[in-house]
């Protein structure tokens, strides 16, 4: 709670009339010192109640990355039966803005609003709590407080122009390669069952015959296929793991659009192959949490596969034994 | 900028403008600036462009100027140039109103025009314009409010409006009966003007009374207990020494000290006692009135003066409006003077007043048989008449009114009576007070007026001083009723509001602690002078020393760094990790982290710009600088 530029003249003013009034014992003088001084108080009491028994939700409707702006909804909920709160300014801690302003939230109701956020950082942010400030019902005191806050936001690695990098990946080299001649829906084999696959692809018939989920392949499948092998094995360079895990991010996501099938390697953490904007949103869920680990224990069942591009942490990676698998390689280092 | 928004700013200076006014004691020459609020608030309102920079700039310096002639030649006051200046001030505020902060200040100086306006006059008006002030200014803070967050015309500020006015009005009388009434006065002089009195001095001219017998200036009023009788005979002060033109007071004061909360002034019993309410107004003397014989005075104040007449004496004439409880005896007062022969002093050339005191007595009356025969036989033989002309040269007034004119007012009676009973060698002593009053029934107290002063004699009579009054009655004008009416609610704003003291605190909190048995309010008085200094004093010096030190502390590096280091200030305030190595980068990204937001890396753009990039800061930059540092600030 602190005086505004407006409060600290009218405490002043109120200071020199008290000693106006003291002095000359005149009631009347009295009668405005009172009035300043209620002033004060209803500040005081009125701007307490006002942000009294508040919280917050924060809700996700759509994918936030680091360092580009996204509009989060960001619920009010005024807990009080009857009484209104009104100017509230939510602010969201570490964000260059000067937070939402809910102008009135009648009693035992809530408002939506969305706030403009930028993250510097990708992560899962549990708040806690939001300062909220307000002035109400005058502009002599603000008073900042934390309001609880439920819900939190998966921030998804910065996105990059690979463009650079990647001239090429979704162009010749591997297309050379791998794309058959055959047209996209034409069957290419029947293989296990592997997490990820689609469920509706499942032959029956060949996973009766040998007790084992098997499912049907498309050429279209077997001709764009992605592996990103990331390394995140005991990085040394924090920023340069940043670096790398934004780059990894980036190329799923220009690759998924792309209509490519990708699938992502990491210490602990396989997302099989898979294309389309839900398929993306897991290798991102993954990419916004994902730390450096103290050994490979990937649950590949295979190596890589398809084009693979691996992404190392440093030359002395443990991952090298990937290289001559790989058809791209990337140290984070150079990112 | 919402209309009422506006219209509640021209109503608050119209308040203050106004608040002066009613005290009547506003120069009518200094006043005319005045006239300037209305195209001021008509271009305001109208949406019309404020008045160009230099011509405010010219105007203000010019204000100035007159203030110092005005304080120090035209009314010689430079309390009333304060007051003079305000005016002209507000008139020029409101031909140059941009943003809220400009109505602000409009706001902090219609309440310096209160305060004071509140020197200058007790009025029931006043009370009236205050609380009008009050609703507008609940009115315009609220809305300031949203102004300022940008959200008026998106939410209903009735309700809220409405609920503040409410509570402030109900907090303001909280206060206003709690605060307590310990009065310091260290500097400065009161300035509500005082009634002017006759007959109440140490010396009173002859022939006085006649000037302020048609005045109707309220003198008092007073709340009497059911028992007494009426009309009532208000005693002030007894005059002794006549010298032919001119009574005198000779007799030695006392001084008197309270005994638990009562002046006591002679043994008496709260049961039989006659008790009054009395509230005076600001008069230019220091007597206390009462009915005959005061015993206790339960008041304000730590001491009185008493003489051997029974007359009672503030220490200080009473500028303010005084209120006080009188106790009386019903019985006369006891003669228990030594020396009686001061009511026996004649003047020179008293041959014929003495032949007239023997025709009309008879050497075989008693003494009271003898004063009675003198009453009756000036009240029927003199006719009653304000209108007495000056006496023939080389004839004394009393002289001139006995044998020559035959008609005049209650001193020519008094005097008359004492003359002719200490001719006769009877003790007597002339009275001076108010007589009767008019009783207003809307709220059951009795309205004295100037015109209700009066002056009658006291005589020894078998011991004790009896009371005879030798004027024949008039009759008094009838008040209508609404005057009686509006006389009753300035009574009750005078007395609940004006003469509200610490003896009333008293009261309340003894009502209050009635149930719960508190401890009594402990006796202010040898704390005043240190609660004031403690309260007020102390903290105001310090907040100036520390104003002033702040104010020096950033002017040093000029504007564009000063403003830059101040907002590095706020960061480190707000828990950024600032040192004073730390680059404007630093200071920007720190902010970003505290939550200051981007409004300091806006900020932190335009300092570098003008402190490194050798800009000259335009005026408008200027202002967009200082802008970004309120917000920022707030």
Not at chain 2, 150 to 172: E, R, Y
């Amino acid at each position: 709670m602190k005086l505004t530029r407006e409060g600290k003249r009218f405490f002043l003013a109120t200071i020199i009339i008290g000693f106006a009034a003291f002095n000359t014992g005149n009631n009347l003088i009295f009668l405005i010192l009172s009035m300043m001084l209620s002033f004060l108080v209803l500040s005081l009491a009125v701007l307490t109640l006002n942000m009294h028994r508040l919280t917050l939700r924060i809700s996700q409707d759509q994918p936030v990355y680091a360092k580009r702006t996204s509009r989060i909804p960001i619920t009010l909920t005024n807990r009080k039966q009857s009484l209104a709160a009104y100017s509230i300014r939510v602010l969201v801690p570490g964000e260059e803005n000067n937070g939402v302003l809910f102008p009135k939230v009648p009693g035992a109701s809530e408002i939506s609003s969305a706030v403009p956020v930028r993250f510097r950082k990708r992560g899962r942010y549990q708040f806690g709590s939001f300062p909220i400030e307000s002035t109400f019902p005058f502009i002599l005191i603000s008073r900042k407080t934390d309001c609880p806050v439920e819900g939190g936001i998966l921030v998804y690695p910065e996105i990059r122009d690979i463009e650079r990098m990647l001239p090429d990946t979704a162009g010749k080299t591997h297309e050379v390669s791998y794309i058959s001649s055959r047209s996209s829906d034409e069957f290419s084999r029947i293989r296990e069952f592997r997490y990820g696959d689609d469920w509706r692809k499942i032959h029956w018939k060949a996973s009766a015959k040998t007790g084992e989920f098997m499912v049907m392949e498309y050429a279209e499948e077997e001709s764009k296929r992605m592996t990103i092998v990331f390394d995140n094995l005991k990085p040394r360079d924090a920023e340069a793991f940043e670096k790398s895990v934004s780059f990894a991010a980036s190329t799923a996501e220009r690759l998924i659009a792309e209509g490519y099938f990708v699938r992502l390697m990491t210490c602990r953490k396989l997302i099989p192959f898979g294309t389309g904007r839900e398929h993306l949103f897991k290798i991102l869920d993954v990419f916004a949490l994902i730390e450096g680990q103290d050994s490979w224990e990937c649950p590949a069942s295979s190596g890589p596969e398809g084009f693979t591009i691996l992404i190392l942490n440093s030359e002395e990676s443990p991952l090298r034994k990937y290289h001559a698998l790989s058809d791209k390689v990337f140290y984070a280092s150079d990112l | 900028m919402p209309q009422i928004y506006k219209l509640l700013t021209a109503i608050l200076a119209f308040a203050g403008c106004i608040s002066l006014v009613i005290t009547g004691e506003i120069n009518p020459f200094m006043m005319i600036t005045g006239i300037g609020l209305f195209p001021g608030y008509y271009r305001f309102l109208r949406g019309m462009a404020p008045a160009a920079k230099w011509a405010v700039s010219s105007f203000s310096f010019l204000t100035l100027i007159v203030f110092f002639f005005d304080s120090f030649v035209i009314s010689n006051d430079s309390f009333l140039g304060v007051a003079h200046l305000t005016i002209t001030f507000q008139v020029i505020k409101s031909f140059d109103l941009k943003e809220p902060w400009d109505h602000l200040q409009v706001y902090f100086m219609a309440l310096l025009q209160l305060i004071v306006a509140s020197e200058l006059t007790n009025s029931i008006a006043f009370g009236i314009i205050f609380l009008l002030f009050l609703v507008a200014f609940v009115s315009a803070m609220v809305l300031s409010h949203f102004v300022k967050e940008g959200t008026t015309g998106k939410v209903s500020v009735c309700a809220p409006v409405f609920a503040i006015s409410v509570l402030a009005l109900f907090f303001t009388f909280l206060f206003f009966v709690a605060l307590p009434r310990v009065s310091g006065k260290i500097w400065g002089k009161s300035h509500i003007k005082s009634i002017k009195t006759v007959g109440f001095s140490e010396r009173v001219d002859f022939g006085s009374f006649g000037d302020i017998k048609a005045d109707p200036a309220v003198i008092m009023r007073i709340e009497l207990s059911a028992a007494a009788g009426r009309p009532c005979y208000w005693r002030g002060m007894s005059l002794n020494y006549f010298d032919g033109t001119s009574w005198t007071n000779t007799l030695e004061k006392d001084r008197i000290y309270k005994d638990g909360e009562l002046f006591l002034i002679r043994p008496f019993t709260k049961e039989s006692a006659i008790v009054q309410r009395i509230f005076l107004e600001p008069m230019d003397n220091e007597v206390l009135f009462g009915m005959s014989d005061i015993a206790a005075v339960e008041s304000a104040g730590y001491s009185m003066t008493t003489d051997s007449a029974h007359s009672l004496f503030l220490p200080f004439k009473k500028g303010k409006r005084f209120n006080y409880l009188a106790y009386s005896n019903r019985d006369s007062i006891p003669v228990a003077e030594n020396n009686l022969q001061r009511y026996l002093q004649l003047p020179p050339g008293m041959e014929a007043i003495s032949r007239l005191a023997i025709d009309i007595t008879n050497p075989g009356d008693s003494t009271d048989q003898k004063a009675q025969k003198i009453e009756r036989y000036l009240m029927r033989n003199y006719s009653y008449s304000l209108s007495v002309p000056q006496p023939p040269e080389g004839m004394s007034p009393i002289d001139d009114f006995l044998f020559n004119t035959r008609k005049g007012y209650c001193e020519h009676y008094a005097t008359a009576m004492v003359l002719m009973l200490r001719t006769l060698g009877i003790p007597a002593r002339i009275v001076t007070g108010f007589f009767g009053g008019e009783t207003n029934d809307y709220g059951q107290y009795i309205i004295v007026r100037q015109s209700n002063a009066h002056s009658w004699i006291e005589a020894d009579i078998d011991g004790i001083w009896k009371r005879f009054d030798p004027t024949p009655p008039v009759s008094e004008d009838v008040t209508s009723g609404i005057s009686l009416f509006l006389d009753m609610i300035r009574m009750k704003w005078e007395r609940y509001i004006v003469a509200f003291s610490l003896f009333d605190q008293r009261e309340i909190a003894r009502f209050v602690s009635l149930p719960f048995r508190l401890p009594s309010m402990p006796e202010m008085k040898s704390l005043r002078g240190t609660v004031l200094v403690i309260v007020f004093a102390l903290p105001a010096g310090l907040v100036l020393v520390w104003v002033i030190m702040k104010s020096l502390r950033w002017k040093r590096y000029g504007l564009v760094t000063g403003y830059y280091l101040r907002v590095r200030d706020l960061v480190r305030k707000r828990g950024g990790a600032i040192t004073p190595f730390s680059t404007p980068a630093e200071v920007s990204s720190e902010a970003v982290r505290t939550g200051m937001g981007g409004r300091v890396s806006e900020f932190i753009n335009i300092y570098e710009e003008h402190r490194f990039g050798g800009k000259n800061m335009t005026e408008e930059a200027r202002a967009n600088y200082k802008e970004l540092f309120r917000e920022i600030s707030n």
